[in-house]
């Protein structure tokens, strides 16, 4: 099974009703997260981890099938 990094940023984003621009504060251009969310590339391990602390999730979580996710609040 592979789990695309891009799709997990980009469904937790909106989720979370952020912007590109509000999510990439900081950590990359918003046109990188575009790139990052459509699989075109991928973001480097430390802005993954910064997206992580961003999104309120754990980095595993970016690795993990969609059937087993869940977000402690």
Do not use: H, W
Not at 5 to 23: A, H, P
Not at 36 to 53: G, K, M, Q, V, W
């Amino acid at each position: 099974m592979q789990i695309e990094v891009g799709s997990v940023i980009n469904e937790l984003r909106i989720k979370q009703n952020l912007t590109r621009e509000e999510l990439t504060k900081d950590i990359c251009e918003p046109n990188a997260l575009s790139d990052y969310e459509r699989s075109i590339t991928s973001p480097t391990i430390d802005e993954l981890a910064l997206f992580a602390d961003k999104l309120k999730v754990d980095l595993p979580y970016f690795f993990t099938p969609k059937m087993n996710r869940f977000i402690i609040t």
